[in-house]
């Protein structure tokens, strides 16, 4: 081998003797590094993860309890949360502006939506969709429910829609109607009839209280009665005496560990520990409170929600019942007037005919009655003369018998004397 080549393998060898103790000094740097980043970094990175599976789908450890008295947000309940607006509420359009009132409906313009990169989107409203009509508006400014419609119509550009009204409307809806697309002033068209629900009229520390007081209550709802808006302030409050079992929330306090069941079947319960309070309803509570598993705090009234979606269809059906009522009514009234002015027709006849037959009738039969009762006391007279006469020509008459018999008596008697003096010698 040329010495070249040797001296060339000879600097190779001490080459990789380098090398060698480089990789080696490497290799312990690096472990010394990732020692340190295992020590430092990888504790606060899994820490991280653990915050982002919490924040995405909440902590599997939390129980029930723990949630309702700290609750944390994470994606999941926010998605959760979301569904639950999208269910009660659906979707909603605002801005929506009337443009005109025909016989083909309400034609009504709805503001195209925007997506991310703010390009128009359609506004999603299809024929035969059913909307509720609300004048955007707060309460106190007059505004208000204009009724439940079907979308009749949409145009081209999908942002001008015809509605119609599902209910037959009223004259003062049509009134409201018509002043309401005259002024131009933006309604809200929703999807599903808003719910009532407690959360709207209570404070965010205090679900269950009332969050909102009685002058509140009364700008939000000017034309509400007095009762309901009792209901709405008392909502939370002691309950009182006659209450129904189904408006009163019993307090009760768990005396010993149970489990209750979130389901009809069963199938997901929660623990309660002793000390623990929760509210049920009348059921509910004394059922657990005759088991001896848990003991009565206080009681709170709770009011009723209503279905509003409801309420405005069995109030049309009230209306179309009372109106038909009002036809019948009026009919009734139309005939009961006939039925009046044919008797009063009656009774102008019959008072033409006392006024100008009867009463000289009965003037003439008065007058010809005064005659025959004169012609009658004249007859009495005179017969009561006559029945004088004949009292004392009868009197006269029994005089003269007795005169007459005692004449025969003494002529008898002198008869008799001359026949017995004749008869002696």
Known sequence: MHIVGKILIGFILLAAVGLFVLAAAVANARHAWMKRVRQEYERPLAEVQQKIVEMEDGDPLETLQSRKANPRLSLGLLRVGLHDVLVDRGRVWRGCVPQAVDQRGVTVNVPALLDAQGQPLSPGLKPQYRVYVFEEKAAEQGGGYL??????????????????????????????????????????????????????????????????????????????????????????????????????????????????????????????????????????ANEQIRAGNAEEVGRRYNRELRDYHYYFHDLHRQSLWLYDRVVKLQQDIGYLQQAADALQTQIDARTNEIENQLKPEKNRMEGERDLVESHRLALESELAKTRSAIDALLAENRRLARKWTALQTRVAEEIERAVQAAAQP
């Open 147 to 284: 009724g439940e419609y079907l979308v009749n119509a949409v145009d081209e550009t999908q942002t001008n829609v015809v509605l119609v009204p599902v209910l037959a409307l009223w004259q003062r809806q049509q009134q409201r109607l018509a002043a309401s697309v005259a002024a131009r002033e933006p309604w809200i068209l929703y999807e599903i009839m808003p719910r009532d629900t407690h959360e709207h009229f209570s404070s965010v520390d205090q679900p269950f209280l009332p969050g909102i007081d009685q002058a509140g209550l009364r700008a939000l709802m000017p034309n509400v009665p007095e009762e309901a808006i009792t209901q709405y302030v008392r909502h939370g409050g002691p309950a009182q005496d006659g209450d129904p079992p189904d408006r009163v929330l019993i307090e009760v306090r768990f005396v010993r560990e149970t489990a209750m069941a979130l389901d009809d079947q069963g199938r997901e319960s929660v623990r309660f520990l002793p000390g623990q309070t929760l509210l049920l309803d009348w059921t509910a």
